[in-house]
């Protein structure tokens, strides 16, 4: 029982697996920080909602979109790029996502909302989308600093959440908050790392895809759950994995699997479920293990625990972050940095992209 050892589990440098065990200091904190939040337009000022961010900023625009979706009061999207879509006007609410302030498609986004003069809320913790943003009358949810930001979900979640309730966007969340505390609590003490393997259905299935190429699959809201699980593996495990949803990819990605040569004995899928899906959903779920299971490594089944919509994306997504945690101490590689990312943003300074058109200079 390797994940049981703290030498094994001593290859996270970082602590990020640690981390996770303050989730509901954080929730507490990001709950009243955006409770508190001052905001100078009222909720009949958004007409629809655009979500801007990137990377492990925008996960929590997809968590909400999809979680949310069919009690939505208002259209919402998820906007990831440098170039507003042409309907987003002076009604259009823009969320701003940037955990470190300086995403620069996100810096883009925020001048173009200005230029607009459209509603806007900013959640980060500095750089300009702070500083020269926040001197423009963008009201800013100011978050701890200091993480990668994959790891600060629960910061750029948990106020998103608050503040579209506040302007009527998604309906009132006190009782669902409440419960999706408990659920927060729950989940640390069932996949954390003080619980023995034996009893730890998320160290079992890092065991279960250390030297696998995770798929992971969602329907209707888990949908924006998948896509974090394969994020998670990319850039904490190191490792490739692949997300679809159905039921999409049953008119397409399944025909993949007639023929998989050498990757069916490398693909384990993974389908993430929600008890409250689609009768059909879950018959497509049924009859796509049966089709593709002969042809991959393995299927696993993993249905999401809670009170509540919110209680249940939020237990499969810290199921998610331990999982991909527990494999990268199985692998033995350090979790926290991402080499690639470095290199990329160095790569793209040293072209002379030294300044975002329609942002301000550093």
Same mark, same amino acid.
């Given at each position: 029982?390797?994940?049981?050892?703290?030498?094994?589990?001593?290859?996270?440098?970082?602590? /990020?697996?640690?981390?996770?065990?303050?989730?509901?200091?954080?929730?507490?904190?990001?709950?009243?920080?955006?409770?508190?939040?001052? *905001?100078?337009?009222?909720?009949?000022?958004?007409?629809?909602?655009l979500?801007?961010?990137m +990377?492990?900023?925008?996960?929590?625009?997809?968590?909400?979109a999809?979680?949310?979706?069919?009690?939505?009061?208002r259209?919402?999207?998820?906007?990831? +790029?440098?170039?507003?879509?042409?309907?987003?006007?002076?009604?259009?609410?823009? /969320?701003?996502?940037? $955990?470190?302030?300086?995403?620069?498609?996100?810096?883009?986004?925020?001048?173009?909302?200005?230029?607009?003069?459209?509603? &806007? !809320?900013?959640?980060?913790?500095?750089?300009?989308?702070?500083?020269?943003?926040?001197?423009?009358?963008?009201?800013?949810?100011?978050?701890?600093?200091?993480?990668?930001?994959?790891?600060?979900?629960?910061?750029?979640?948990?106020?998103?959440?608050?503040?579209?309730?506040?302007?009527?966007?998604?309906?009132?969340?006190?009782?669902?908050?409440?419960?999706?505390?408990?659920? !927060?609590a &729950?989940?640390?003490d069932? $996949?954390?790392?003080?619980?023995?393997?034996?009893?730890?259905?998320?160290?079992?299935?890092?065991?279960?895809?250390?030297?696998?190429?995770?798929?992971?699959?969602?329907?209707?809201?888990?949908? %924006?759950i998948?896509?974090?699980?394969?994020?998670? #593996?990319?850039?904490?495990?190191?490792?490739?994995? #692949?997300?679809?949803? *159905?039921p999409? /990819?049953?008119?397409?990605?399944?025909?993949? #699997?007639?023929?998989p040569?050498a #990757? %069916?004995d490398?693909?384990?899928?993974?389908?993430?479920?929600?008890?409250?899906?689609?009768?059909?959903?879950?018959?497509?779920?049924?009859?796509?293990?049966?089709?593709?299971?002969?042809?991959?490594?393995?299927?696993?089944?993993?249905?999401?625990?809670?009170?509540?919509?919110?209680?249940?994306?939020?237990?499969?997504?810290? *199921? +998610?972050?331990?999982?991909?945690?527990?494999?990268?101490?199985?692998?033995?590689?350090?979790?926290?940095?991402?080499?690639?990312?470095?290199?990329?943003?160095?790569?793209?300074?040293?072209? %002379?992209?030294?300044?975002?058109?329609?942002?301000?200079?550093?």
């Open positions: 029982m390797e994940l049981d050892l703290p030498e094994v589990l001593a290859v996270d440098r970082a602590g /990020l697996i640690d981390s996770i065990g303050a989730s509901l200091d954080t929730f507490d904190s990001a709950r009243a920080g955006a409770e508190a939040l001052e *905001l100078p337009f009222p909720p009949d000022a958004v007409q629809d909602v979500i801007c961010g +990377g492990g900023s925008a996960i929590a625009g997809d968590l909400i999809t979680t949310y979706y069919e009690r939505l009061r259209p919402v999207q998820v906007h990831r +790029g440098y170039y507003l879509p042409g309907w987003a006007g002076e009604n259009t609410l823009h /969320l701003l996502l940037s $955990y470190s302030g300086e995403t620069e498609e996100t810096l883009t986004s925020a001048m173009q909302a200005l230029e607009r003069e459209a509603p &806007a !809320i900013a959640v980060t913790s500095g750089g300009k989308l702070d500083t020269w943003y926040g001197q423009h009358g963008v009201p800013v949810m100011r978050i701890p600093g200091g993480m990668q930001p994959r790891m600060a979900l629960m910061h750029m979640l948990i106020p998103s959440v608050v503040l579209l309730s506040r302007l009527g966007v998604i309906p009132p969340q006190d009782e669902e908050l409440d419960a999706a505390r408990r659920s !927060i &729950a989940a640390i069932a $996949y954390g790392p003080d619980r023995p393997t034996a009893a730890n259905t998320a160290k079992q299935l890092a065991m279960r895809l250390a030297d696998r190429v995770p798929l992971i699959y969602g329907a209707e809201a888990t949908t %924006g998948a896509y974090r699980w394969k994020c998670q #593996f990319n850039e904490n495990a190191k490792q490739p994995s #692949f997300w679809g949803v *159905l999409e /990819l049953n008119h397409n990605e399944i025909v993949g #699997f007639e023929e040569g #990757f %069916g490398l693909a384990q899928v993974i389908i993430l479920r929600d008890p409250r899906q689609h009768r059909q959903v879950e018959r497509r779920i049924q009859l796509t293990k049966e089709i593709i299971g002969p042809r991959v490594h393995g299927v696993i089944s993993l249905e999401a625990e809670g009170e509540t919509p919110l209680a249940r994306m939020l237990d499969l997504v810290l *199921l +998610g972050d331990y999982v991909s945690l527990y494999t990268a101490c199985l692998r033995r590689v350090d979790p926290e940095p991402v080499e690639s990312i470095r290199l990329l943003k160095e790569g793209l300074a040293s072209t %002379g992209n030294q300044r975002v058109e329609g942002t301000p200079l550093a």
